[in-house]
């Protein structure tokens, strides 16, 4: 089955009480019992819910995994893998990521005695350079967020199985309309939904899927122990959003091709982070791991000063100046100050996210506007 078909059709079956063709809402806490224990699969919508399971199957099933597990946000997702190591278990996570990623580890994780490192993914000498007997998990984001470093996956999982370490990937960037994690050797792959897979700006939650059962019992036993779950109504709105993830993904992919090239002519901007060009350093691996190259695109100014990011950001009519990204509208966003505020300056600087960084995620509106939206706002 393709993916198409898939994203419209997997882990979906008609109601079989009604023939409805849309997996309903079971608004529902709780189900009767025949007598204890003489159920029909379904107990508590903690633990289980028909809407949430058909989204899980769903999930799993465009991954190319067996297990997929929702949240209540991206970041109840990490939590649970997070909570998966002890005292004196180290992490290593790239350098480049997520500010909330970083925050959970270094603010939450870190006081319970889990040591992180961060370092540049896209050496591999680099990551095994910090991995001892205490390594358990190498965590990935790529493309990074949010200089759109590519980080090669198969290569990580080839030096993570030859230690038992675990792999995980954030594939939020790519989405699983363009990169399959675990068909490169990782172990969990981690969405937040928020972004393409919901695609419409008005759901929250998060997600992992894995092909190991034990991995995944462990996981699954943590989200209900926690109770990090999403509600049925939420679910039923990603359900509806994947529909289309092939078709939006493809006019994201575009529009940014676009809006990266013209920026390439504009004397105003500095710095493109786009994995599409030629010149950008991963440009192969992404070729080689990726199906096309994103939606998302990063860069700076010439005049490298916060003051000059916000005059751009806050002068744009299509592109939205809020956090988050992936949905159907234009984004824009200044991370230094919104998306990575949580990252010490000295150490998002290390990485690239200078004060005139700005971020597009850009959406499927017509790509005439946007150019034009841009042009105006970069006078």
């Given at each position: 089955?393709?993916?198409?078909?898939?994203?419209?059709?997997?882990?979906?079956?008609?109601?079989?009480?009604?023939?409805?063709?849309?997996?309903?809402?079971?608004?529902?806490?709780?189900?009767?019992?025949?007598?204890?224990?003489?159920?029909?699969?379904y107990e508590y919508s903690r633990t289980q819910n028909p809407t949430r399971q058909a989204l899980d199957n769903n999930l799993a099933a465009l991954e190319n995994g067996t297990y997929g597990l929702t949240f209540s946000s991206g970041m109840g997702a990490i939590d649970t893998v997070a909570k998966l190591f002890k005292p004196g278990d180290e992490v290593i996570?790239?350098?480049?990521?997520?500010?909330?990623?970083?925050?959970?580890?270094?603010?939450?994780?870190?006081?319970?005695?889990?040591?992180?490192?961060?370092?540049?993914?896209?050496?591999?000498?680099?990551?095994?350079?910090?991995?001892?007997?205490?390594?358990?998990?190498?965590?990935?984001?790529?493309?990074?967020?949010?200089?759109?470093?590519?980080?090669?996956?198969?290569?990580?999982?080839?030096?993570?199985?030859?230690?038992?370490?675990?792999?995980?990937?954030?594939?939020?960037?790519?989405?699983?309309?363009?990169?399959?994690?675990?068909?490169?050797?990782?172990?969990?792959?981690?969405?937040?939904?928020?972004?393409?897979?919901?695609?419409?700006?008005?759901?929250?939650?998060?997600?992992?899927?894995?092909?190991?059962?034990?991995?995944?019992?462990?996981?699954?036993?943590?989200?209900?122990?926690?109770?990090a779950i999403p509600g049925p109504q939420d679910c039923f709105l990603v359900l509806r959003g994947i529909k289309t993830l092939h078709i939006r993904m493809q006019r994201h992919c575009e529009n940014a091709a676009v809006i990266a090239k013209y920026l390439k002519t504009n004397d105003k901007v500095d710095k493109i982070y786009w994995p599409g060009f030629e010149d950008h350093p991963q440009h192969e691996l992404s070729k080689k791991q990726m199906r096309d190259f994103g939606g998302m695109i990063s860069f700076t100014l010439k005049d490298n000063t916060t003051a000059a990011a916000n005059r751009v950001v806050s002068r744009t009519k299509l592109f939205t100046l809020a956090e988050s990204l992936g949905g159907v509208e234009s984004l824009i966003g200044h991370p230094a100050s919104m998306t990575h505020a949580s990252i010490p300056k000295e150490e998002r600087e290390k990485t690239g996210v200078v004060d005139s960084l700005i971020r597009l995620s850009v959406g499927i509106e017509d790509v005439d506007d946007l150019q034009a939206d841009l042009e105006e706002a970069l006078k």
């Open positions: 089955m393709k993916f198409g078909t898939k994203a419209i059709h997997a882990g979906q079956h008609p109601d079989p009480t009604t023939g409805a063709i849309m997996t309903p809402i079971y608004q529902t806490s709780t189900y009767v019992q025949a007598s204890p224990g003489d159920h029909k699969g996570s790239t350098n480049d990521l997520y500010g909330g990623t970083y925050r959970i580890f270094t603010k939450i994780f870190e006081k319970y005695g889990v040591k992180f490192h961060f370092v540049g993914m896209t050496d591999i000498a680099a990551i095994e350079e910090k991995i001892n007997s205490n390594t358990k998990l190498i965590w990935i984001e790529t493309p990074t967020n949010p200089m759109l470093n590519v980080i090669d996956i198969e290569k990580v999982s080839s030096l993570a199985k030859a230690k038992d370490i675990l792999v995980a990937v954030d594939n939020t960037f790519a989405s699983p309309y363009l990169q399959n994690p675990i068909d490169f050797g990782a172990d969990i792959v981690m969405h937040s939904v928020t972004k393409f897979l919901g695609g419409h700006s008005d759901v929250v939650m998060g997600a992992l899927v894995c092909n190991d059962e034990k991995l995944y019992e462990e996981l699954a036993f943590i989200q209900n122990s926690c109770g």
